[in-house]
């Protein structure tokens, strides 16, 4: 079966950076979509940025453009996030997902789910 697994949370001060790491197994790596989501307290979660299948295309929402950057290492089945330029407004649960397909856009169906990190930045 498919697993993902996501690392790197932390505390971090406004300004500052962090990189998530996502791990996936099960199902040929290169073929699918990876995705990252983030979820505040109160709030619907919320797309973050995605990366097809072989890293040729990269989405991002409009909150994290120019801060946030998506990239996969297909050789170690892993996809990162590194934020830089961290705001208060970031902290949220981040989780990574795989896409039924090869693509990761916005809308596409994630159908591959790991546990959250958590993320926080102080003010």
């Known amino acids: 079966q498919v697993q993902v697994v996501a690392s790197g949370g932390g505390l971090v001060q406004a300004g500052g950076s962090l990189r998530l790491s996502c791990a996936a197994s099960g199902r040929t790596f290169s073929s699918y979509g990876m995705g990252w989501h983030r979820r505040s307290p109160g709030t619907a979660r919320e797309f973050v940025a995605g990366?097809?299948?072989?890293?040729?295309?990269?989405y991002s929402a409009d909150s994290v453009k120019g801060r946030f950057t998506i990239s996969r290492d297909n050789a170690k089945n892993t996809v990162y996030l590194q934020m830089n330029s961290l705001k208060p407004e970031d902290t949220a649960v981040y989780s990574c997902?795989?896409?039924?397909?090869?693509?990761?856009?916005?809308?596409?169906?994630?159908?591959?789910w790991g546990q959250g990190t958590q993320v926080t930045v102080s003010s």
């Open positions: 990366i097809s299948g072989s890293g040729g295309d990269t």
């Open positions: 997902a795989q896409a039924s397909g090869f693509y990761a856009r916005p809308w596409e169906t994630y159908n591959y």
